[in-house]
């Protein structure tokens, strides 16, 4: 089983700052795609960022600019690294992996979420 355990998460000003982490057990993401979804109460689960294989990264529109997604394949480590937070970033954020090279399908392995809260 591919486990999946987020941290980082919590309770933020509007412009400030945050850093999620995730960590995989029994894998490593070299060789596949990882990446941050988020969800909020009343919310459909959206893509937030991926980051594929090569490292070439990924992200939707509304975070583009002020999130940034980097893993560390050898320590099975993926960080999302977020600036100029919104209330309306507040989601459970929750890290996946995709059983490929590339982000391009849908994802095989979630993690449980660490809740992001910007006021």
């Known amino acids: 089983h591919v486990q999946l355990v987020e941290s980082g998460g919590g309770s933020v000003q509007t412009g400030g700052t945050l850093t999620l982490s995730c960590v995989a057990s029994?894998?490593?993401?070299?060789?596949?795609?990882v990446g941050w979804f988020r969800q909020a109460p009343g919310k459909e689960r959206e893509g937030v960022a991926a980051?594929?294989?090569?490292?070439?990264?990924n992200y939707a529109d509304s975070v583009q600019g002020r999130f940034k997604i980097s893993k560390d394949n050898a320590n099975s480590l993926l960080f999302l690294y977020m600036t100029n937070l919104k209330p309306e970033d507040s989601a459970t954020y929750v890290c996946?992996?995709?059983?490929?090279?590339?982000?391009?399908?849908?994802?095989?392995?979630w993690g449980q979420g660490t809740q992001v809260t910007v006021s």
């Open positions: 996946a992996l995709r059983d490929y090279l590339h982000c391009t399908g849908t994802f095989d392995y």
């Open positions: 029994e894998y490593t993401f070299r060789n596949y795609c």
């Open positions: 980051i594929d294989s090569e490292g070439d990264p």
